[in-house]
């Protein structure tokens, strides 16, 4: 809004006039998105799915996403039956729910690895 030089709440007003939703709700539902994935591909507690959604606070974001999705974040983990990988300390987490840097680090050191060890391989006598 700054930069535009624009009122925040102008903005917004145009924008939900616009789109029929506000700004705030289309970041929460966003964030509620993420949280279904990582809800579903890893076992980090909620307070971890929480944080990493950007929420600062888990009670609010158990409440906003059972208005979102009509279920808490335990009960829609129960419901999709996933927990397929360990949390973020250190752990093994899906490539589906790594994104960013984290997987990409990861992915190069992999396929350096895989490259010495096909190396390795092809020099024999």
């Known amino acids: 809004a700054d930069e535009l ?6 903005l917004n007003s145009v924008f939900s ?20 994935v990582l809800l579903e591909t890893t076992n980090w507690r909620i307070q971890e799915v929480s944080e990493q959604c950007g929420f600062t606070r888990q009670n609010y974001f158990t409440q906003a996403f059972r ?14 039956g996933a927990r397929s990988a360990e949390g973020p300390r250190g752990s093994r987490v899906s490539k589906h729910a790594q ?20 190396n390795r391989g092809g020099h024999r006598g």
Do not use: M, S
């Not at 006039?17 to 279904?36: D, P, S, Y």
């Not at 960013?100 to 060890?117: I, P, S, V, W």
């Open 99 to 118: 994104g960013g840097k984290r997987g990409a680090d990861t992915a190069g050191r992999n396929r350096a690895g895989q490259g010495r060890e096909a």
């Open 67 to 80: 208005r979102n999705t009509g279920v808490t974040p335990l009960e829609y983990r129960r419901r999709t």
């Open 5 to 10: 030089g624009k009122n925040g709440n102008y």
């Open 17 to 36: 006039a616009r789109e029929g939703i506000g700004i705030g709700q289309v970041i929460r539902n966003r964030r509620i998105e993420h949280a279904k």
